[in-house]
Nanobody, 115 residues
């Protein structure tokens, strides 16, 4: 059974930084495409950043230049470094994994950015 466990969320002031981590188990991590998504209250879930098994990355325009996604296959972990945080980055952040055509989600971690 695939499990994704996120950590690293919290409360931070605008301009601050956080690093989210997601540890995967029950899957072949190195063969999985990974991503971070977020959902703010009253809004649809949106893609924040993705990284393929080959290391190619993609970002939503609103975080380009501020967020960096990375992965450590030896630790079965995907990260997102979030700098210059803004109040509009406030959301629940979810880890996502795609392996052999199936999609898996973590339970989410809250990120709150105060102005």
């Amino acid at each position: 059974q695939v499990q994704l466990v996120e950590s690293g969320g919290g409360l931070v002031q605008a301009g601050g930084s956080l690093r989210l981590s997601c540890v995967a188990s029950g899957t072949i991590f190195s063969m999985s495409d990974m991503g971070w998504y977020r959902q703010a209250p009253g809004k649809q879930r949106e893609m924040v950043a993705t990284i393929t098994r080959g290391g190619n990355t993609n970002y939503v325009d609103s975080v380009k230049g501020r967020f960096t996604i990375s992965r450590d296959n030896a630790k079965n972990t995907v990260y997102v470094q979030m700098n210059s945080l803004k109040p509009e980055d406030t959301a629940v952040y979810y880890c996502n994994s795609v392996f052999l055509g199936r999609t898996y989600w973590g339970q989410g971690t809250q990120v709150t950015v105060s102005s």
